[in-house]
């Protein structure tokens, strides 16, 4: 089983000091890897920027024009929330490219699947402009990508970020060759993903959210996965599989109050490669989103690793999370009935 891993030093020049989302995050995860004698288990293999036309395929030409424009500023911030400092769009576009290599490495077979770390995250980032720490859509990019340069028909996109992937949704709404599926706390940051947001057109059905309400732990989330995730994505019967793969969910994160566990954590992502492997001969590529405790985060990337290069090791530090959960039979219910699932 050959893992590819994408990461890059030059990550660490988009950082603001106080701000949640900054280089010590990958700092965490590299030591992690390293400690545990992960790194040198996997495929490195080196990311460029992404090309103009590559982003051009999910972001519009405006918003391309204003991150170039914030190059020659002394740095600004997108929102209430997003900062850009001369390098960021340099950054960003790496990272957007670390996604496209993760893709062409499972695409072209020089790996089983692929592990990228990349920063700064791109799941809030919708084609009109960046938000919630984000500025470009990393797997929107590398989705189209895969369609553009690969010829591939269906992809399938699964989020398990505490926040709902807005700007994901937003690039392939109305889209039905990409099956967005995400579970996030609900209400919360960015108000979006009800339950009842479907698609468009004929992306109508493509477009799965599972809204979770405050405390859902590894209990619920089994239960999605095994009831609704799975059946979403058999009936898909996709040619890849990406993940957004932010860690915030954790109990333990605070910037969300969902109470998964490191455990939990494992179970979807091991849920998630066995379903690669069903429908897809395996090919799975995971691209990291949040995640703001360092230890939750660091450990659940490790674990991540793991899984992709077949170990049965589970790292959990931090142990499970305290309190009853509340029930999702009812959400599920709901969700089955919207999408005709058996």
Known sequence: MTTAYITDPRFAA????GHSEYAGRLTAIQEALDRHGVTERMAHLAATEATEAQLRAVHTAEYLQLLAWTET??????GPDTYV???SFGVARLASGAAIRG????????ADNALVCARPPGHHATPQMGMGFCLLGNVAIAARHAQNAHGLKRILIVDYDVHHGNGTQDAFYADPSVLFVSTHQYPWYPGTGAVDEIGTGEGVGA???IPLQAGVGDDGYALIYEQVVWAVARRFQPELILVSAGF???WADPL????????GYDYLTRQLILMAEALCDGRIVFVLEGGYNLNSLSHGVLNVAYALLGDSHLADPLGPAKGKEPTVGPLIAQIKQLHNLA
């Open 73 to 78: 500023q002394k740095g600004l911030m997108l």
């Open 207 to 209: 477009t799965v959210n």
């Open 85 to 87: 400092l001369p390098q």
């Open 256 to 263: 969300g109050q969902i109470n998964l566990s490191l455990k």
């Open 248 to 250: 915030d969910a954790h």
């Open 103 to 110: 893709v062409d490495a499972v695409l072209n077979k020089e």
């Open 14 to 17: 988009h950082t603001l000091a």
